[in-house]
């Protein structure tokens, strides 16, 4: 019984081995292909599956439009797991692979890992889903989705402009390393609005119940509540505003919150409820989504706010890449993008461009979307752009 | 006034801790381990039954699925625990269930999915009464109750009746118990499953109101664990008091300025104070 199964493993074993090799001896003489990487979360806390795959779709779609000069675009992905270790390793791995540039990435470790082996190795990354401040401070670096903190000023700017708010209070997690992130979005809303926040508590604790934040909002009659935090806090958020009898407070979330099941889980509960939304809001059927709907439909991926990253990254990186003579190696498309006319896209608001700068933030602009019934409504179909100070 | 309305709202997370470290106890006081994966297994029920509830279950019967899943898990683990680690230290059985807790974290967020929320029914969601203007809601009482109920049913079950005698005659001295007839397996498989759909339940109450996501659910064992510290491990009442007492110091330090950003590391800290008081006495050189 043993001899049999060892015998079976060492086929097994064998046939992997062989297998790697001929992959990896595929990888050594493929110099006819151009390489381009993202590092997801494909397992583990926090899964991004449907980024690098909706990605993948563009990236086939281009392929099969006869590709870039006639070489076709190979495209690795890695998972990191959300493990900080994992996303090191994995970007040096795709280095070692020959890739020329990354985009489509979606992990949360990204770029405060990888920012200084990115520059070392001069690779640019055309991010999907970007979410520490790192990821809009690098050379190498140019997200395509707004990121929460341009949001956090954005959402804010809706109530005060829009809604009419007048004792606006901002409850805050902050995560280790966004907390001046945090500071100069809130900065920004108050020199705009020329209002002040009423409340503003940046020490959210993501344990523990949530009720004594919203006591205190109450005590302090707060007429709009900013809550940052991703979907599995906000829906007690929401069920304890609930049972405290918040029904005239409007509740500001981000685009983390902006999802279906966050709909389904709460909508019945008839609070004001409004999300900023990273491109064109992913569940509105409108034009602008087009493109993007039939790739992740194609793609076969979840149609997530995440994934229409994944959709414009690859997109904005093909059209770049495009327009390189010559050959591409990494040099040629860092130069490309640096040199690239912006690009006008209906799904945002401000044209995107990687650019010259020395840091990075081209999307500055969101649509808000409000929760009626068990869906998100696009509640004004024009973007909000935060205005540069 | 801020304050009290804090402590209020503490009670109800309070409550939660306290069922969940009662749980925690009774694994303890009757099979002689300190179960790291109690919140786990729980949660995993709590998933369980989210998941039928889902798909069109009527509530009821996937309550009672989910509580028989955390019963069947925690069977399990007793099971592995009775036959390998039956005369292994308290020390390494406690390092058995870390191991389990790590593997049910990984398991259960493989198939629960790790970030988008479930909907966990709270059928007790209506306001009950209004007290230092905080709405407490039916669940807060039934969590209450419920806790209350854990307090005092494994103490006078303990105490008062022959099963109690003879569960803590086997998990004092396993091996002395089986010698003199008593059916040393097949019981304490009944006290694992007990305890196993007792941490579902309390899980499947908190849920609705806590981070619904499986990994904070099973990191619910660390209040548990300071609530049962309070115990000493062997109270009950202390450890129903060191829960609630925990929840309104986690409620009143989010009042607190200077103190509210370390409402997470309470558990810890009480943990910690907890540990050093009992051990005042203690001569460290003798102990070495």
């Known amino acids: 019984m043993t001899s049999k199964h060892l015998k079976a493993g060492a086929v097994f074993a064998a046939a992997a081995l062989t297998a790697s090799a001929l992959a990896g001896c595929g990888v050594g003489s493929g110099g006819d292909t151009i390489k381009i990487g993202a590092v997801a979360g494909l397992t583990g806390q926090f899964i991004t599956a449907e980024v690098p795959k909706t990605a993948q779709r563009v990236f086939d779609d281009a392929n099969e439009a006869g590709g870039i000069n006639g070489k076709k675009i190979e495209y690795i992905v890695k998972d990191d797991a959300g493990n900080a270790q994992r996303t090191a390793q994995v970007a040096r791995e795709l280095a070692d692979a020959g890739v020329v540039a990354m985009a489509g990435s979606a992990s949360f470790t990204d770029c405060d890992v990888n920012d200084g082996f990115y520059r070392q190795s001069k690779i640019s990354s055309v991010m999907a889903v970007a979410a520490t401040p790192k990821c809009f401070q690098s050379p190498n670096i140019a997200p395509v989705n707004v990121g929460p903190f341009t949001l956090m000023t954005a959402v804010l700017l809706h109530a005060t402009q829009k809604l009419n708010d007048k004792r606006v209070c901002n409850f805050t997690v902050v995560l280790p390393g966004s907390e001046d992130a945090v500071k100069e979005a809130l900065a920004r809303w108050e020199q705009l609005s020329g209002q002040k926040l009423v409340v503003d508590d940046q020490t959210v604790q993501q344990s523990g119940d949530l009720t004594p934040y919203l006591l205190k909002a109450k005590q302090e009659r707060c007429d709009a509540i900013l809550f940052n935090p991703a979907e599995q806090l906000v829906v007690p958020w929401l069920q304890a505003a609930k049972t405290q009898g918040m029904d005239d407070v409007d509740f500001l979330l981000l685009a983390p919150a902006y999802t279906d099941s966050v709909a389904k889980a709460v909508g019945g509960l008839g609070l004001n409820v409004y999300a900023g939304s990273e491109f064109e809001p992913f569940t509105s059927d409108s034009l602008a989504n087009k493109g993007w709907r039939s790739a992740v439909s194609r793609g076969d991926a979840q149609p997530t706010a995440f994934s229409q990253g994944g959709y414009l990254s690859a997109k904005f990186l093909v059209e770049v890449l495009k327009t390189i003579k010559g050959e591409i190696t990494r040099e040629s498309v860092g130069a490309a993008l640096r040199d690239m006319t912006p690009i006008e896209d209906p799904m945002l608001g401000t044209p995107w461009e990687f650019g010259p700068g020395e840091t990075h933030a081209p999307n500055q602009a969101s649509k808000i979307v409000r929760l009626t019934g068990l869906r998100w409504v696009v509640v004004d179909d024009t973007f909000i752009t935060v205005p540069n100070d | ?288």
């Open chain 2, 1 to 288: 006034m801020l304050q009290l309305s804090a402590a209020v709202a503490g009670l109800v997370t309070g409550g939660a801790y306290a069922l969940m470290g009662l749980s925690t106890l009774l694994t303890y006081r009757l099979v002689a381990v300190v179960n790291f994966a109690q919140a786990a297994v729980g949660a995993f029920g709590a998933f369980a039954m989210v998941g039928l509830h889902e798909a069109g279950l009527p509530l009821f019967p996937a309550v009672a699925c989910g509580l028989v899943t955390s019963a069947a898990l925690h069977v399990g683990l007793g099971v592995v625990m009775v036959r390998w680690f039956a005369e292994a230290s308290e020390g390494v059985k406690a390092a058995v269930t870390i191991a389990t807790f790590t593997g049910l974290v990984a398991v259960g967020l493989r198939l629960f999915g790790a970030q988008h929320p479930r909907r966990f029914p709270s059928p007790f969601d209506s306001p009950a009464f209004t007290a230092g203007g905080v709405v407490v809601t039916w669940t807060a009482v039934v969590t209450m109750v419920l806790a209350v109920l854990f307090a005092v049913l494994p103490t006078v079950l303990l105490k008062r009746t022959r099963i109690g005698l003879l569960l803590r005659a086997q998990s004092e001295r396993p091996t002395t118990a089986e010698l003199i007839g008593i059916r040393v397996p097949r019981l304490s498989m009944v006290v694992w499953g007990t305890a196993g759909a007792a941490s579902a339940l309390a899980i499947m109450i908190v849920a609705p109101r806590l981070a619904g996501d499986f990994g904070s659910q099973a990191l619910l064992i660390t209040p548990a664990l300071a609530a049962a510290l309070v115990g000493g491990f062997r109270s009950f009442a202390w450890t129903f008091v060191g829960g609630v007492a925990l929840g309104v110091l986690q409620g009143l330090a989010s009042t607190v300025v200077v103190l509210q950003q370390y409402r997470g590391v309470l558990p810890f800290l009480v943990i910690l104070v907890v540990l050093l008081w009992t051990r005042r006495r203690d001569r460290w050189d003798s102990a070495a």
